[in-house]
């Protein structure tokens, strides 16, 4: 089968991609500790180049390895090899929060809706390899 599009904006490997909920956008993360927002359906260039990300994002001190938009496409979160997950503005770019996993890699979080918290709680982590509770995020 032949690629629909080819997204090439990371030097290294790419560990997860996602879409948003209706499919008009979607995002990467890579060995190079960044995060790509990609609009899948644009034109390459006229010479033939891949279409270039519309914004990258970088925070992380090690290799990014998932990634995961919010219902509502304002925000997403990312998790990387530095055990650190952030919870990041999409349009800004900002990082909004910061979350310490314990010594394991964070990996396979998704949003749930609603979010709200009234006091700082622990945040579990769930492995879905084996689909057990893994180490509590501080």
């Known amino acids: 089968a032949t690629p629909a599009c080819t997204l090439a904006g990371h030097k ?10 209706d499919g008009s956008y979607c995002m990467s993360a890579g060995d190079d500790r960044k995060i790509c927002l990609w609009n ?3 034109e390459p260039a006229e010479d033939g180049a891949p279409p270039a990300p519309i914004k ?3 925070a992380h001190n090690q290799r990014v390895l998932d990634v995961c938009i919010a219902a509502d496409n304002a925000s997403f979160a990312s998790c990387g090899g530095d055990r650190t997950v952030f919870l990041w503005d999409v ?9 310490l996993s314990r010594p394991c890699e964070a ?4 949003f749930e809706e609603p979010v709200e918290r009234k ?5 579990g ?3 879905r390899r084996g689909m057990s509770a893994a180490a509590g995020i501080e």
């Not at 290294?12 to 909920?21: E, I, L, T, Y």
């Not at 349009?91 to 979350?99: I, K, Q, Y």
């Not at 990996?107 to 998704?110: K, N, T, V």
């Open 12 to 21: 290294g490997a790419v560990n997860a991609a996602c879409f948003n909920a």
């Open 40 to 42: 899948p359906h644009r």
């Open 56 to 58: 990258e994002y970088t």
């Open 91 to 99: 349009t800004s770019g900002l990082v909004t929060r910061r979350l």
């Open 107 to 110: 990996r396979g979080h998704r």
């Open 119 to 123: 006091r700082e709680v622990p945040v």
């Open 125 to 127: 982590a769930v492995d």
